[in-house]
């Protein structure tokens, strides 16, 4: 197993949570480390990324403000810190790298992602 994500659960809305991607050393210096959700009945989406060498992050717009993406290299873990959750948030997220540095320099589409973990269900309550 080369990713894995842990930290989901349910918590109320505005609350908090934090998201762990524990990765193996080859898989954790990849170009980038990206999150993704997946509501039920909806597609796969980008949440945030962060790029390995020049540290960028990115985030889709609905995240912005709330959501933060960190690495910690001396844990070989990508941490996706979650604030001001909302309903809305609910999902399954995946943590996923993109281990290539050639080719394109997307980072917020999922088919761009080779390396995939296991999901973490976040649940929002209202």
């Known amino acids: 197993v080369q990713l894995q994500a842990s930290g989901g659960g349910l918590v109320q809305s505005g609350g908090s949570l934090t998201l762990s991607c524990a990765a193996s050393r080859r898989t954790f210096y990849s170009y980038a480390m990206g999150w993704f959700r997946q509501a039920p009945g909806k597609e796969r989406e980008f949440v945030a990324a962060i790029t390995w060498r020049a540290g960028r992050r990115y985030y889709i717009h609905s995240v912005k403000g709330r959501f933060t993406i960190s690495r910690d290299a001396a844990e070989n873990t990508v941490s996706l810190q979650m604030n001001g959750l909302k309903p809305e948030d609910t999902a399954v997220y995946y943590c996923?790298?993109?281990?290539?540095?050639?080719?394109?320099?997307?980072?917020?589409?999922?088919?761009?992602?080779?390396?995939w973990g296991q999901g973490t269900e976040v649940t929002v309550s209202s």
């Open positions: 996923a790298a993109k281990t290539s540095y050639g080719g394109s320099v997307d980072v917020q589409t999922g088919t761009e992602y080779d390396v």
